[in-house]
């Protein structure tokens, strides 16, 4: 066999792309159907979060009521539903409040000397070294309880972790040539800061607030579950998992049904921000 009959049997090289595995697919599938109830309840229900009917509570899952009914006679299925959009906002607007104030704490840490710098990371270290449910609580009490408390609290449990990845990316651009040489150039550092080293910063602290928004769904639905988040009647999954606590004996499905919604959001969000992740790396996700 001559060299050039040797190269001919070689397959040539496949194209890279985007070609997510089946987990992926799956996981992106139920995020973008969660993301569609959030936004447009009515699309799946007809019926109201709150709507009572005495004479049908208890009922177990049917096609009148495909989740049955709870002890008020509301449907659980709508309540499950519409609850999607408050279980979603908290854990996206805490992420959101997180990534804020991590880009504050991280850039003033990095840019402001070294007195400065030890401070605000040995704040953080003490912050990260409290469980995140912990230092959650904590604030709450501060903060107070609600849908706003909730938030705060779980923000600043993600804020230290954040403000780490924020300060560690701001120190290598800032000692990066084309810094260096605005500097020497005499551009004004507060330009220096928005036009290069602010959104060299984004790009991971991004992809790590995608895999962290599982971990602030589920913290914020935990505070509910406790009694510290969303107050009854509000149809938020981790309120609805305490309501539905006191009768798991006679129906099951009123605790069942929003603590699988819950578990499959986490999963998903956990899933697609994992793949995103890796791909950011140059990995592929397995």
Do not use: C
């Not at 979603?88 to 850039?107: D, E, Q, R």
């Amino acid at each position: 066999m001559t060299s050039h009959q040797a190269a001919a049997t070689v397959p040539p090289p496949r194209r890279a792309g985007w070609r997510p595995r089946p987990g992926v697919a799956l996981a992106v599938a139920v995020l973008a159907l969660i993301l569609l109830a959030a936004l447009a309840p009515s699309l799946f229900t007809g019926a109201g979060a709150t709507d009572t009917d005495p004479l049908a509570a208890l009922r177990p899952p049917s096609g009148a009521h495909w989740f049955g009914t709870d002890q008020l006679g509301r449907d659980v299925f709508a309540r499950v539903v519409h609850g999607t959009r408050y279980s979603l906002a908290i854990g996206a607007a805490a992420t959101g409040a997180g990534v804020a104030l991590a880009v504050v704490w991280g850039l003033a840490a990095a840019l402001s000397g070294r007195f400065g710098d030890a401070l605000l990371m040995r704040a953080a270290d003490v912050l990260l070294a409290l469980p995140g449910l912990l230092l959650a609580l904590l604030v709450v009490l501060v903060a107070g309880k609600g849908v706003t408390g909730t938030t705060i609290a779980v923000a600043v449990g993600t804020a230290p972790g954040f403000a780490r990845v924020v300060r560690a990316q701001a120190l290598v651009v800032r000692r990066s040539g084309y810094v260096e040489s605005a500097v020497t150039l005499g551009v004004p550092r507060l330009l220096i800061v928005v036009r290069h080293v602010l959104p060299n910063t984004l790009g991971p602290l991004l992809v790590l607030a995608t895999v962290t928004l599982g971990a602030s769904i589920s913290t914020g639905a935990a505070l509910s579950y406790l009694g510290l988040g969303a107050q009854p009647p509000t149809p938020e999954w981790g309120a609805m998992l305490t309501e539905g606590q006191g009768f798991l004996d006679q129906a099951w499905w009123i605790a069942l049904f929003p603590g699988l919604l819950l578990l499959a959001t986490v999963l998903a969000v956990t899933v697609v921000g994992r793949h995103a992740q890796n791909r950011a790396e140059g990995r592929s996700f397995r």
